[in-house]
Each structure stands twice: as structure tokens, then as C-alpha cells.
């Protein structure tokens, strides 16, 4: 788990990807025959068919966006507090007295600077039931530093990076952190690589493993690397929701905690190409890796864009079951976790 814990508490938000860009850059160099770094700052790693053939090699692209939803300094104000603004969809019931990191410098962690994000008005001792039951909009929340005005007019300034701060944590079968959505797919990318290099697998396909930039905003950065590598199968790899919680019914679940990796039948991006759909689910039965098929009726993956290429690609998302997505409790099963891992691999192993 130290290379999830690593993933994950990296911080990096849309357009500001550089810090879990270099960590993720410095753990795939041996796995990989060509890597670049595109335009947009999505890495592009380029793993050789291991077999020769006749014909070209069936290119697939293997799309992990590692930014995470997070905020950009909106405003310095002149009493020493600074207002954000939102990149990726947030729940500001979740935002309530939460610490958070705000960095000034993205080549630089030690200028870092925690803060406490609060939405600005009255503690609950004085204010009114009507105050009480309110939730403000997010352009009401403030974050303090601590510092005097005058330090933090000097320090900070419009566009800076600010992410919430939570701990990584296993808890019984799971994990729990912010960020799991979409780390956990940059594991799983990486690791179901390795696992081709631990079996010497002799794939057939030319894999290229993109983690793509900006997803959270667009999948703007799966749009403009598939205009690169041209693939002929797009696989994304992403969390999905899994509300098996108190208070859902059961027909809205989406998955199941612990019931495997999820095969995403569609969501309201891409519908999953027919014949991928199935043969992951022969290769899950044929190497007895749990699973299950899901529908997310709202949101999508980079297979929304990956399927929109010049000329198509036939597309489909592997997906990892996760409680309480879009806050810093993520929790995913570690069982899930290594099905999607295995499938991916067990696939990569026998495309043709």
C-alpha cells in the first residue's frame, strides 16, 4: 500500500498536475519503452508488443487520470483570507472545518502553507435556527492561514494550488483517503504493468498507458492524447460509485463493497463497446476474479473521450467500487482493488 499511500497524498489538481506527474514519472521508467510528457502534461508510456506478427499491433490506450478535484486561489483579500474557486465537482456539505494545503510553489512542498477552510458567518453558539439551517455556496467559503494580512498579501496570489488534507488509512478490509478517485487507477495502471513484467508475458498489443491531466474538468487531457496515440481499443480505469450505505436504495447502488472489480456496462459519457464488455467478464470467470456490472446513470470517465477520436476507438471503463467519492473518506476494498489489477492484467496478456 505504499505506493497508493504515496499516490494519493500527493497533491495535484486539474492543471496543477506536476508533483503526482514526477512521482508517477519516477516509478514507471523500467516498465516502459518510450515516455513523454505531451502539450496538456499528460505522460504517455509506450510498452512494445512482446511477439511479432504479420500485421501492425492492436494499440491500446490505457487512459488513468491522476489530477484530483480540488481549488485554485480565486482572491487575496485585503482582511488575510483567501476565497477559491472549485476545479471538479465538490459537496460543500463535506467542506464544513476542514484543513487544507495551499501551495504557492508546485516545484517547492516546503512552502506549503495549511490553512482551515470554514464557510464565513456566525459559530453556532450565535447564530440563528434560520443561520443553523443554511448551507452556503462555496464562493462563501474562506480559508484563514493563521498569518497576518500583510504576510499573506505577499505570500499568496490568484491561481495558486490548494487541496484538502486528510489522512491515508486502512481500516478493516479498506482503505480510506482522499484522492482515491483517481489514484487508485494510476495503481492499478502501474502495477498490472508490472505484473506483465513479473509473468514475462509475451502480449501481443502495443499498450499505451496515458495518465491523463484535467479529467475532473472535462476529460480534457484524454481528449488531446488520444488524438496521439491513435488507439484502436481505449480501456479507462477509474473509481465508480458504491452506495450500499444506509439510506440508498437498493436499485441505486450502482455496485457492491467487496463484490469485485466493476465492469462498466455505460455512464453518461461513453456506453462500453459490446464485445470488450464481454470479454472481460470471460476473462474475470476464467481466472475466478470477482466482479460485477455496473451502470453510473450520472458522470463519466476518459472513455467518453477516448471514443470520440478521429475515426472512434472501442472503449470501455474497468472500475473500482468507492464509498463516498468526491470527499477525503474515500474507501475502497482491498479485494476490489487487486481484482482490478489482475483483470486488467489477465487482459493486457491476451489481447490481440
Known amino acids: 500500500m505504499e505506493l497508493l499511500r504515496e499516490l494519493c497524498l500527493t497533491p495535484g489538481v486539474p492543471g496543477r498536475e506536476d508533483r503526482i506527474r514526477a512521482v ?29 506478427a504479420d500485421r501492425p499491433p492492436t494499440r491500446i490506450m490505457l487512459a488513468a487520470h491522476m489530477d484530483q478535484i480540488g481549488f485554485l486561489v480565486r482572491h487575496v483579500g485585503s482582511d ?25 510553489d508546485l516545484n517547492d512542498p516546503s512552502a506549503d502553507v495549511i490553512g482551515v477552510l470554514n464557510p464565513g458567518g ?15 455556496e462555496l464562493s462563501e467559503f474562506v480559508i484563514d492561514t493563521g498569518l497576518p494580512k500583510e504576510e499573506v498579501q ?17 481500516i478493516g ?31 501481443a498489443a502495443e499498450i499505451h498507458c496515458v495518465f491523463t ?3 475532473e474538468v472535462g476529460l480534457r487531457g484524454a481528449l488531446a492524447s488520444t488524438y496521439t496515440v491513435k488507439p484502436d481499443v481505449g480501456i479507462a480505469i477509474d473509481t465508480t460509485l458504491c452506495v450500499d450505505t444506509p439510506g440508498v436504495p437498493e436499485d441505486q447502488r450502482c455496485t457492491e463493497f467487496g463484490k469485485g472489480a466493476a465492469l462498466t456496462v455505460m455512464d453518461s459519457a461513453s456506453i462500453a463497446d ?50 463516498y467519492i468526491h470527499t477525503v473518506t474515500e474507501m475502497i476494498n482491498q479485494d476490489d482493488l487487486f481484482a482490478c489489477r489482475d483483470l486488467l492484467a489477465a487482459y493486457l496478456a491476451s489481447a490481440e
Do not use: Y
Not at 453556532?124 to 443554511?134: L, N, Q, R, Y
Not at 464485445?275 to 474475470?284: D, I, K, N, P, V
Not at 475466478?288 to 475515426?311: E, W, Y
Open 24 to 52: 508517477i514519472l519516477e516509478r514507471i521508467g523500467p516498465l516502459f519503452d518510450e515516455i513523454t510528457v505531451d502539450p496538456l502534461g499528460s505522460v504517455i508510456a509506450v510498452r512494445n508488443a512482446r511477439t511479432t
Open 154 to 170: 505577499r505570500r499568496f496570489k490568484i491561481g495558486d494550488m490548494v487541496t484538502l488534507v486528510a489522512p491515508f488509512e486502512e
Open 213 to 215: 491531466v484535467q479529467e
Open 122 to 136: 456566525k459559530p453556532v453558539h450565535i447564530a440563528s435556527e434560520e443561520d443553523k439551517k443554511k448551507i452556503p
Open 274 to 323: 459490446r464485445e470488450l464488455l464481454e470479454a472481460f467478464e470471460r476473462l474475470a470467470e476464467q481466472h475466478d476474479i470477482p466482479h460485477q456490472r455496473s451502470i453510473l446513470a450520472k458522470g463519466g470517465t476518459d472513455s467518453g473521450a477516448m471514443q470520440r477520436q478521429v475515426g472512434g476507438a472501442r472503449t470501455f471503463t474497468l472500475s473500482l467500487p468507492t464509498r
Open 173 to 203: 478490509h479498506a482503505v480510506v483517503s482522499q484522492a482515491m478517485d483517481n489514484r487508485i487507477a494510476c495503481w492499478i495502471a502501474i502495477r498490472a504493468i508490472e505484473k506483465l513484467v513479473e509473468d514475462d508475458a509475451r502480449h
Open 80 to 104: 488575510g483570507f483567501l476565497r477559491v474557486q472549485n476545479v471538479g465537482g465538490f459537496d460543500v456539505r463535506n467542506l464544513f472545518a476542514r484543513l487544507v494545503r495551499v501551495s504557492p
